[in-house]
Every structure is written in structure tokens, then in C-alpha cells.
Nanobody
């Protein structure tokens, strides 16, 4: 059974940093594009960042550009989201997901909470 397990969430003050990890098992990680999504309290889930299956192309939502960096290590079957200069509005449950098509996401993790306080 395919599993995506996020870790690295927690509570941090505004301006701080966190690094999320997404460990993937039971499939060939290198064949999938990966994305990070988040769901702020009371809001719909939104796209945060994506990276191609070879890791060469990345894209971000405007509000995190210059602060967040997505990366992947196919040898470790793990993806990452480095989050710097965290803001209150970054508070959300963060999910990693995999896409075989580059359009829709086939597999999702269970989510990890990120809470930013002033």
C-alpha cells in the first residue's frame, strides 16, 4: 500500500523556519511529480509548491515565493519543503502529494500541522 508520511511540522514564531519532509513508500518515487498543499483553518486546501519528477522544474504560489523551497531526494524516496520567514498566514495543515500525470494528484499524505504565532 502506497504511503506518504509527512513530518517536521510544529509551532514556530513569525519569522522562524521549519522543514517538512515527506517519506514515500511502496512506489517508485522518481516517476511522480510531487506537490505540497495546505489547508488553513476554515479555508479550502490550496496549492503551495510543486516539483517535477526529475526535480528540474518547480513552481510556487505567489505568497510563498522567495520564502519556501521545494526539493526531493529520489534516492531517499523523500521530498522536502523548507519554509523560511514564516508568517501568521502560513498556519495550516500541510500535505504532500504525488502526481503521475502532472495535473491531478494520485496519492496524499495524512498532513502535518504548522502553527505560526506572533
Amino acid at each position: 500500500q502506497v504511503q506518504l508520511v509527512e513530518s517536521g511540522g510544529g509551532s514556530v514564531q513569525a519569522g522562524g523556519s521549519l522543514r517538512l519532509s515527506c517519506e514515500v513508500s511502496e512506489l517508485t518515487f522518481g516517476f511522480f511529480a510531487m506537490g505540497w498543499w495546505r489547508q488553513p483553518p476554515g479555508k479550502q486546501r490550496e496549492f503551495v509548491a510543486g516539483i517535477g519528477w526529475r526535480g528540474g522544474s518547480t513552481n510556487y504560489r505567489d505568497s510563498v515565493k522567495g520564502r519556501f523551497t521545494i526539493s526531493r531526494d529520489s534516492a531517499k524516496n523523500t521530498g522536502y519543503l523548507q519554509m523560511n520567514n514564516l508568517q501568521l498566514e502560513d498556519t495550516a495543515v500541510y500535505y504532500c502529494a504525488l502526481s503521475s500525470s502532472g495535473k491531478e494528484y494520485d496519492y496524499w499524505g495524512q498532513g502535518t500541522q504548522v502553527t505560526v504565532s506572533s
